[in-house]
């Protein structure tokens, strides 16, 4: 279908941050497959100057409104969904006051600081029927999508019974300012809020079979470590009660891993899979390696070069924001108020086992 012939929808953005204009490059992005037309309705910054720059730089084929108060944003009858691109401290304070506006949200991980606010989020929304889902991108890409077929349909590693993944991203914590997002607690500071989440959702692909939204809960073990009482670095251990698989999802902001190398294994009957990529936030490839019959001891622990691996690769697009883009205008369009791939209860699931793995780590956010 022509550019000109598909269904539009439009954004008012919140924030002009680091992933806010990552996302506005995608969704001006025009791909093969596109089946929306997305146009940047509107921003709000904190400053005039700041959306007027950002606007010329991001999306400069558009003619969005500039707002220098968010609030302004809900308020404009023209836009349909706004994108909200704040640090994880305000995701609160900005849904509901969308909400409140009656604005359908795309909201950034982590969705908010506890389960507690997600779920008084998802009331307002529902009270006020309006569409909101977690900007968790990673679960829209397909190779994402792929590999959760692959093991829990096609069973190629045959049954799952353990997985690991680590999210290291040295941020230089020590040289940032203390109103930094990474240092000020009550914007969320800390590594698990902000990248840990990833290292769970890969576990989660891993581990629960069951439909988003009812995942069993799992039994946790979790330890964090603080520097000037923000948490750098965390380990937890998840134990799925009705099947005993094992999950360890750990996480620092004090050292990155090297980029293309492995951040996520998983392991069942049949075999194991590595994925690969830049980190678990943008994975590239995965190789699923069945397991080796007949062999010996020696062929298994010394003899790498003998293990037959599938690789499957997945070419970049854009960004990767483009899959998530798509799906939420689409439900938008369709007037669901829900998403399918992250619906309300996945969120609440997710935020719930981050609330416990803080509370046995003793990470506390103001006013918890
Ligand atoms: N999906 C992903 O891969 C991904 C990647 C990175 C981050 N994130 C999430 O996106 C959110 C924002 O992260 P980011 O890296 O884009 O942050 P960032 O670069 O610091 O930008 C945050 C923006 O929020 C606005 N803001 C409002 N009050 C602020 C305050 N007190 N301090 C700092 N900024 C404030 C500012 O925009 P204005 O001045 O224009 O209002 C600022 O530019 C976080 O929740 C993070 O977890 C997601």
């Given at each position: 279908m022509a550019m000109g012939e598909l269904p539009t929808i439009r954004w008012g953005i919140i924030a002009t941050g680091l992933i806010s204009s990552w996302f506005v490059e995608d969704l001006v992005l025009e791909w093969q497959g596109l089946k929306v037309k997305h146009i940047i309705q509107a921003i709000g910054s904190s400053s005039l100057q700041k959306g007027q720059d950002f606007a010329a730089k991001y999306c400069p084929k558009q003619t969005p409104q500039i707002y220098d108060i968010y609030g302004k944003v809900y308020l404009d009858?023209?836009?349909d969904i706004v994108y909200i691109g704040t640090p994880h401290g305000y995701h609160y304070r900005d849904c509901m006051e969308a909400i409140a506006a009656g604005k359908n949200i795309l909201c950034e991980k982590s969705?908010?600081?506890n389960a507690r606010q997600a779920r008084e989020i998802f009331d307002a929304a529902r009270a006020k029927n309006v569409y909101v889902a977690e900007a968790m991108w990673l679960r829209h890409r397909p190779l994402y999508l792929e590999l959760k077929r692959l093991l829990h349909e096609e069973k190629v590693i045959g049954d799952v019974f353990r997985a690991n993944c680590d999210f290291a991203s040295d941020i230089g914590l020590e040289n940032?300012?203390?109103?930094?997002r990474y240092r000020d607690l009550s914007l969320g500071a800390g590594s698990f809020l902000d990248i840990g989440v990833y290292s769970l959702t890969w576990i989660m692909l891993a581990l629960?079979?069951?439909?988003?939204?009812q995942g069993q809960k799992p039994h946790i073990m979790a330890a964090q470590t603080h520097e000037d009482g923000i948490e750098v670095t965390t380990s937890a251990i998840l134990q799925y009660p009705s099947t005993s698989r094992q999950g360890i999802v750990t996480t620092t902001n004090k050292s990155s891993g090297a980029p293309g190398e492995v951040f996520a294994a998983i392991h069942g009957t049949e075999g194991f899979v590595e994925v690969e990529g830049k980190a678990p936030s943008i994975p590239e490839s995965f190789t699923v390696y069945p397991k080796q019959k007949g062999g010996s001891a020696d062929r298994c622990f010394?003899?790498?070069?003998?293990?037959?691996g599938q690789r499957h690769e997945y070419a970049p697009l854009g960004r990767g924001f483009v899959y998530e883009a798509q799906n939420t205008a689409l439900d938008v369009l369709a007037g669901r108020?829900?998403?399918?791939?992250?619906p309300w209860a996945e969120t609440l699931y997710i935020m719930e086992i981050m609330d416990e793995i803080r509370r046995q780590g003793k990470t506390i956010y103001p006013g918890e």
């Open positions: 009858n023209e836009v969705f908010t600081l940032l300012p203390a109103t930094s629960n079979d069951r439909p988003a939204g010394f003899k790498r070069e003998m293990w037959q108020k829900e998403s399918s791939i992250m």
